[in-house]
């Protein structure tokens, strides 16, 4: 790992032999509320109080907060390719590995574990930037024999996570795509979107461009605990209503669907969408693989006790009595009779506020690579 990233301080050191529980005072503004040790680890820790510096003694001083650090990922390619059969795309890019919004129910957290870092708190405090991202992406889309597709962002985790106000590699990566008229997606929880309006209203208006923005809750107090450092839904809002008059073409995605707890809401997500500007919508359930599962059950016992028990019911009922299924087809929808009526809901309420079209194919055949020094002219024939 030594070859690969480099660790540059951000206000604070190393912390990762903080492995359990963490205390409240510490994590405050952080969704996970422990660190615990990822699948790969040959060895957990865990913090244990001696008393030394109790409530009690004099040396007694508060807990330092959780401060984000940064780490540089020099991956040597940027475009990640997959043949998932439910997945509406092949080719993606994620300039962001570990997200600082802190979803609590990311279903990215268990790619920490490959880095050999907590899914935990790890994941929202131990960033990844991928500062070469934009240069790597202007040569690999000159390849030869490079063939045009639309490329994803977001997938993984947020391109606009609140170290693109500083880091820029978002907006930079999209200026790449746009002087080779390259078709791009959007998928993000961050209004910070709206910076680059300029960009995306251009490619959009081209038919070149398509942001959605995720949309888990409208009520800001349960948001705050289960997505801390996302955008308030408002802000999303008013993201999709920008982006939609500069001419971009604006979905809401209601993910994740939370049975028992933010199920209610999905109508009326899908109506406050609607009269923002936005012209498509979808929605995925909720989805707990490996070390997300432990992490939201912490998070229920803390903020959500008297729910808690009632929420894993009906998730097992989604996903044929297990905390989840992987398989295509059912890990984003689920299956069983509670599935079968959150599709009719869904399906209806888009229909009545006019979200049930499907958005229009970006275009690929505008696709060519902008002239460099040295480059060869065209003849012109």
């Known amino acids: 790992m030594d070859d690969l990233f480099g660790m540059e301080e951000a206000g604070g050191a190393w912390t990762g032999d903080d492995r359990a529980g963490v205390a409240p005072a510490r994590r405050h503004g952080r969704g996970a509320a422990s660190n615990r040790a990822g699948r790969f680890e040959p060895t957990t820790r865990a913090p244990v109080d001696d008393g030394w510096h109790g409530p009690d003694t004099a040396e007694a001083e508060p807990p330092a907060p959780l401060r984000t650090e940064v780490l540089h990922d020099h991956s040597r390619s940027v475009i990640a390719r997959n043949s998932s059969p439910d997945l509406p795309f092949d080719r993606s890019i994620n300039p962001y ?17 490959y880095l050999g870092m907590s899914p935990g708190l790890d994941f929202e405090t131990k960033i990844l930037i991928k500062p070469d991202a934009p240069a790597r992406l202007a040569e690999e889309l000159r390849a030869r024999g490079y063939l045009c597709r639309p490329i994803a962002m977001g997938t993984n985790t947020d391109p606009y996570q609140p170290l693109e106000r500083e880091r820029r590699i978002t907006r930079e990566l999209l200026e790449v795509l746009r ?10 929880k961050g209004a910070g979107v709206t910076r680059d309006v300029d960009i995306l209203g251009e490619m959009g208006r081209q038919g070149l461009a398509r942001v959605f923005l995720s949309i888990t809750t409208l009520d800001h107090r349960l948001g705050r605990t289960l997505e801390p450092r996302a955008a308030s839904p408002q802000a999303r809002l008013r993201a999709i209503a920008a982006l939609s008059r500069a001419g971009c073409p604006t979905g809401v995605m209601v993910a994740p669907v939370i049975p028992a707890l933010t199920d209610h809401e999905l109508e009326r997500i899908l109506e406050a969408a609607s009269r923002a500007g936005a012209k498509s919508a979808g929605y995925i359930v ?10 939201f059950q912490e998070w229920l016992e803390e903020h959500r006790p008297d ?67 040295g480059d060869q002219l065209s003849m012109g024939f």
């Open 97 to 113: 590995r570990g997200c600082e919004h802190g979803c609590v129910y990311c279903f990215a957290r268990p790619s920490h574990a």
């Open 179 to 188: 002087a080779h008229r390259h078709p791009v997606s959007i998928v993000t």
């Open 286 to 295: 909720l989805r707990l693989p490996l070390e997300v599962r432990a992490l």
């Open 307 to 373: 729910a808690a028990e009632r929420v894993m019911g009906r998730v097992r009922e989604l996903h044929g009595g297990k905390d989840y299924d992987s398989r295509f087809g059912r890990r984003m929808s689920g299956q069983g009779v509670w599935a079968d009526l959150l599709r009719r809901r869904f399906h209806g309420a888009a229909r009545r506020f006019g979200l049930a079209g499907k958005p229009e194919p970006l275009r690929t055949d505008l696709f060519r690579c902008p002239q460099r020094p």
